[in-house]
């Protein structure tokens, strides 16, 4: 948990109660880029996520709550300059709501737990799924696979 949590009382990767605050409150406990993406459906510019080419193992959460979203191993190059997902952890991971703003017809993808603005779901994606999740990289926070990974380095060599 790094410091920007500090003041984040409902930040949690295991409690799976859902997150209801006011926009006031919001305000307060997140940094203003979550803020600004999670509540108010910003979008950050495409290719500023440093997740983008991301490549490390481990697990995505939800920056404003916490809830576990997406696993390294469902995330893929699509090229859309956001980082990309054919699927989230589980059903409860994410909610969909039509979006017909901007002229398109899209669905929005909002975070399971705290309704936190995440990105959108298109079906032009790779299998299994084919479904491409194209998320902000700022409402993202990812904790490295740290056990798996020192259980595999730790493998004696055959
Ligand atoms: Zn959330």
Known sequence: MD???KNNPVYSTSDTAKVALTEEEWKKILPADVYYIARQKGTERAWTSKFE???EVGTYYCAACGNPLFKSDTKFESGCGWPSF???ISKS???YTPDNTHGMVRTEVQCGRCKGHLGHVFDDGPPPT???YCINGVVL???KAKEAEKNYKEKPAQ
Do not use: N, V
């Open 130 to 132: 084919g479904l491409r």
């Open 3 to 5: 410091s920007t949590k």
């Open 53 to 55: 080419s991301f490549k």
């Open 141 to 143: 926070d990812f904790e």
């Open 86 to 88: 054919y699927e989230p």
């Open 93 to 95: 991971s994410i909610i």
